[in-house]
């Protein structure tokens, strides 16, 4: 039975349009954003077409509050009960307790709270394990009295990302973090920007000071490139996604994923299990592009799309054919790219057509094109440049002299 636009989009109804196409007929498989014009397949649920608004249409100047009122430390700061408030911390943005920088955009906020707090606290046991795996012979010189430290960043024009990493080091150590940015702001244009003070036991910030530098300079990289890339794409009017790859360092892809994200790149497939991706070596290994993508559907069902990497056209059209939902156009030129993108777009209109293989930041405008919605970049991870922190322990002020009173005087013979 045939639904209406009204019965099929349901609480998003009026943000999207079914296409139109040039005959004047109407596409009743595709569904059009009217906001960006972004395409969507008929069979999208209304969930992911209001994650679509959430994410790509906020309303400006967005922010999170925090949750719920810290208690305080030994040491009289305001020391976070659980990783949620220290979290909620990292991207509160209220007045009273921030004066510095733009409101950040309410996707980047609440990025942190998509981390599962189990997998934050584990990496950071195991970050610390692998720095300190016995003994700390440089601790028994710092004791463990309080002290505070200072986070700098030197690298002017970066975006701070990986926040929620660092806190969750220095959490593990029973330290403190308070930052004076949040998640996705751009640092600068000084060359040398205050980010966030750390309080807590010497030996124990000391101990958490490299892997939590490592985090933060890495994840803050890879969400400037990101953002910068981004920024080329909304300058030429380029709708689609700039994504990422499984191109990740071993062991740290949850911080690199996450750093896309905050960048406002697209994380691509997480793994394996994300999506059925098939590769030349998958389709030559089992005979053929149609045999490959009909055995992935039989396992992968309603829940998972196929993505096929694709040589040719004509390759392409096989795919789309086999009932592939994404096209991947591997190493083509930009020109025939676009002419392939066309092609395909015309005789399979809900197919999702990527670009990839060759892409650098400085040729990615070639690859913008009404046809192509999604540009994928190795380099986003492999040889992106780090960002400059440091982390400096603050001197402790020398005691004010004491007056003494005259009673008190020695008496001079």
Known sequence: MERDEKTLLGPVNGKFRFKQLPNGTVDKSTVICNLCSKEFSYHRSSSSLKYHLNAKHLVAGSQVRAATAPEAGASGQPRPATLDQAFNKLTDRSPETRGQGSMVPLQHAVAAHAIPPQALTQLARDWLREDTPNFDPSGVCVGSGDVEARLFCKTAGSVLAGGPFFTAVFTELGCTVNWLYPEAAEIGPDGITLVAEVRGPARCLLLGERPALNCLARASGIATRCARLRAMAAAAGWRGEVAGTRK??????????????????????????????????????????????????????????IEVECGSTEEACE????????????????????????????EFPALLVEASGGVTPENLPRYFGPHVDIISLGCITQGCPVVDFSLKVQKPSPPPPQSVSPEDRPEVL
């Open 319 to 346: 795919a789309a054919g086999a009932g592939a939902d994404i096209v991947m156009l591997d190493n083509l030129p930009p020109r025939e790219l676009h002419a392939s993108a066309l092609l395909l777009k015309q």
């Open 248 to 305: 990740t360092t071993p062991g740290f892809r949850l911080v690199e994923k996450y750093a896309m994200l905050v960048g406002g790149a697209s994380m691509h497939r997480q793994d394996l299990s994300g999506m059925a991706m098939l590769k030349d070596n998958h389709v030559w290994a089992s005979g053929s592009i149609t045999k490959a993508v009909q055995a992935t559907r039989a396992v992968c069902g309603l829940t998972s799309k």
